[in-house]
């Protein structure tokens, strides 16, 4: 009976059909894409809040708009950027993967 245990080797694994040639998982990937879109985006979008603050005090007398037109081009950019990460396999900020 102990010869039998000896003799049985452990079962081989199969890749998952959703890992990469590195072995890396696809939901790790998009995990880490995921990330580095929404922290620049919340990069991005605190910078142009705080142009627009900074314009608004030293120029419009307290207006809004400039910090609204700040956010807006924050929000834009950083959703450029998530576009362009998401379409190509490099991106402009790649994940190191």
């Known amino acids: ?9 452990p079962a081989k694994s199969t ?6 040639k590195n072995g890396s998982s696809v939901s790790t990937i ?12 919340l990069v ?13 005090v030293l120029f419009f007398k307290r207006r ?5 037109l700040g ?3 924050g929000v834009g950019r950083g959703y450029a950027e998530g576009d362009a990460i998401f379409r190509s396999s490099a991106g ?5 993967v």
């Open 64 to 68: 809004a708009f400039p910090v609204w």
């Open 30 to 41: 998009l995990d880490t894409k995921w990330d580095i879109v929404l922290s620049n985006m």
């Open 44 to 56: 991005k979008t605190a910078m142009g809040f705080g142009v627009g603050v900074f314009t608004s």
């Open 92 to 96: 402009l900020r790649s994940s190191k």
């Open 71 to 73: 956010i807006g081009f």
């Open 1 to 9: 009976m102990s010869e039998q245990a000896q003799t049985q080797q």
């Open 15 to 20: 890749p998952s059909k959703d890992s990469n």
